[in-house]
């Protein structure tokens, strides 16, 4: 049993983690459509001296305004993507610390479908970015230097899916045959 207490407190730090995350993201989010909104508009929003933020960013960087909106417009739409990743994630947490172990048919279910979510919704992110800069690219050619291969957790989701059949697994050998919707 000591080890299933580990796994809970485990289970609490992930459910915080989540949290934390999902906030972090709404934040990220919320900057990242105040900066092009502040961008279309013109506001100097930080000026030293004769230096401004927008100055900075396009001599220094060598970045340009298509590739600096095509930027921040990828990084909102991956703030929702893993706001809504961590919600899932969250109420995972909040079932399996309820039901008090991860040893159930009902959080197998529900550790794959996570799992399943955490290929997807990257992917689709992915999908959506690469035919937004597509287009985009198209019209300013400079928005093609504009990675994302960085911006997929197909690894963890996997990892995922497979951990949930070592949960059914554990389910079934201490006798959970209880299918409970999630």
């Given at each position: 049993?000591?080890?299933?207490?580990?796994?809970?407190?485990?289970?609490?730090?992930?459910?915080?983690?989540?949290?934390?995350?999902?906030?972090?993201?709404?934040?990220?989010?919320?900057?990242?459509?105040?900066?092009?909104?502040?961008?279309?508009?013109?506001?100097?929003?930080?000026?030293?001296?004769?230096?401004?933020?927008?100055?900075?960013?396009?001599?220094?960087?060598?970045?340009?305004?298509?590739?600096?909106?095509?930027?921040?417009?990828?990084?909102?739409?991956?703030?929702?993507?893993?706001?809504?990743?961590?919600?899932?994630?969250?109420?995972?947490?909040?079932?399996?610390?309820?039901?008090?172990?991860?040893?159930?048919?009902?959080?197998?279910?529900?550790?794959?479908?996570?799992?399943?979510?955490?290929?997807?919704?990257?992917?689709?992110?992915?999908?959506?970015?690469s035919i937004g800069l597509g287009i985009?690219?198209?019209?300013?050619?400079?928005?093609?230097?504009?990675?994302?291969?960085?911006?997929?957790?197909?690894?963890?989701?996997?990892?995922?899916?497979?951990?949930?059949l070592f949960c059914r697994s554990g389910?079934?050998?201490?006798?959970?045959?209880?299918?409970?919707?999630?």
């Amino acid at each position: 049993m000591k080890t299933l207490k580990i796994i809970q407190t485990l289970m609490k730090i992930a459910k915080i983690l989540c949290r934390i995350i999902f906030i972090f993201c709404i934040v990220g989010f919320c900057l990242c459509a105040a900066g092009i909104v502040s961008l279309a508009l013109g506001v100097e929003t930080l000026k030293i001296g004769d230096v401004t933020l927008h100055g900075l960013i396009e001599n220094e960087a060598g970045i340009g305004m298509p590739e600096l909106y095509a930027a921040i417009a990828v990084g909102m739409v991956f703030c929702v993507s893993e706001a809504v990743l961590c919600r899932f994630a969250e109420n995972y947490f909040k079932n399996e610390l309820a039901d008090g172990t991860p040893f159930t048919l009902r959080g197998s279910k529900e550790l794959l479908r996570l799992g399943i979510l955490a290929v997807v919704i990257p992917l689709a992110a992915l999908i959506v970015c690469s035919i937004g800069l597509g287009i985009a690219a198209h019209f300013y050619p400079a928005v093609e230097k504009i990675r994302l291969s960085d911006y997929s957790s197909v690894g963890t989701g996997v990892f995922m899916i497979i951990l949930s059949l070592f949960c059914r697994s554990g389910a079934e050998q201490i006798g959970d045959k209880t299918e409970t919707a999630g």
